[in-house]
């Protein structure tokens, strides 16, 4: 290859691009779920400004990273895949079910819930679930026989 040649671009195989997408879904609804829980919060008067601040400050932080590492790791790089599969796949998916899932093993009823949700709850809800489908889904593609092939190949 000459000085001017420029290498060849890999073109990611359809489960990582496709994976990529799902994981900036996954952040929109991340965003929006924040919207409008600092909305919540604030019309009920339940929060301090510099708690709202923090937590602002956190997810920022949270959702600009992952913008950044699903960018590498549609250009290939194992360690973010690896990053996103342990970091928001994991973990991140245990702190969004962890309030539910605690709620039924103390007793709470599913139906109750429902019940008493107003409009809000139920768009959060909506929100919720692409999420953390999103994120699910995001996972298993990134770990495809294509995509494993893909990042083996643009390894150093």
């Known amino acids: 290859m000459s000085a001017t040649t420029a290498p060849a671009t890999v073109t990611p195989p359809q489960a990582v691009r496709t994976a990529h997408t799902l994981w900036l ?29 923090i937590g602002l400050a956190v997810r920022l932080t949270v959702f600009t990273a992952a913008v950044l590492i699903a960018r590498r790791m549609r250009a290939g790089a194992g360690w973010a895949r690896t990053t996103l599969a342990v970091g928001l796949g994991i973990l991140g998916t245990a702190s969004m079910v962890a309030e539910p899932l605690g709620h039924l093993l103390d007793g709470g009823s599913i139906s109750a819930a429902l019940g008493r949700a107003d409009a809000l709850d139920w768009l959060f809800g909506a929100s919720r679930t692409i999420h953390v ?12 026989p294509a995509a494993n092939g893909y990042f083996r190949k643009r390894q150093p």
């Open 133 to 144: 489908a999103a994120v699910l889904t995001a996972v298993a593609l990134m770990f495809r």
């Open 25 to 53: 879904t996954a952040v929109a609804a991340g965003a929006f779920e924040t919207a409008l829980a600092v909305g919540r919060m604030a019309a009920d008067g339940t929060a301090s400004v510099s708690g709202i601040g």
